[in-house]
């Protein structure tokens, strides 16, 4: 009779076996450790590195000026730059925009929300004003645009500047020396 063998416990690892165990898991550990730190080093080196642009651009902007004979400009234009700026007043272009696109599989439509930042009461009060004359420049301008260029980022900001540039030529064209700084999307639906 053949006598059964008892199941032999599980054999424990070698040492060598061990030590590779823990080896490896510091070696995790310290990957870990060192991405928790290099992570925000890289991302200040990055952000840093688009001041560093800003600034060469800057640079280069006062060397033109510089070449032009601009010297009492580029002097003016430092003088601005540490002046503090005017809190932003903001005024919406209320009711939100609607346009409809004419598409191959129907109709599609565009509604946004705008909302116009100035430095000054002047200018605030030229926005209401000419509120009307905005919003008919806004509605054109929109409806010339490619419905797909709209999906796009790119396409959202071009958007934005040209409907600055509308908003500021009707400002200019009714007589007003005031300008908007800034036009926002505070809501943007393409359906």
Do not use: C, W
């Amino acid at each position: 009779m053949e006598e059964e063998k008892a199941p032999s416990p599980p054999s424990a690892k070698s040492p060598s076996q061990m030590k590779l165990v823990i080896v490896g898991a510091l070696a995790l550990f310290i990957a870990l450790v060192g991405a928790q730190v290099a992570v925000p080093l890289i991302n200040g080196v990055i952000a840093g590195g688009s001041h560093a642009t800003a600034a060469a651009e800057s640079e280069d902007d006062d060397i033109v000026l510089a070449e032009r004979g601009d010297h009492e400009e580029a002097a003016e234009e430092e003088e601005h730059d540490d002046e503090p700026l005017a809190p932003a007043l903001y005024t919406a272009l209320d009711p939100p925009f609607v346009v409809s696109f004419e598409q191959e599989d129907g109709a599609r439509y565009v509604q946004m929300t705008l909302q116009a930042m100035a430095r000054n009461e002047e200018t605030i009060a030229a926005v209401k004003q000419h509120s009307p004359a905005i919003r008919n420049a806004v509605l054109f301008k929109v409806s010339g645009y490619d419905l797909e260029l709209l999906t796009t980022q790119a396409g959202k900001e071009q958007l934005r500047k040209d409907l600055l540039v509308a908003a500021n030529e009707i400002l200019t064209k009714n007589g007003s020396e005031e300008h908007i700084e800034e036009l926002y999307f505070t809501s943007l639906v393409i359906q």
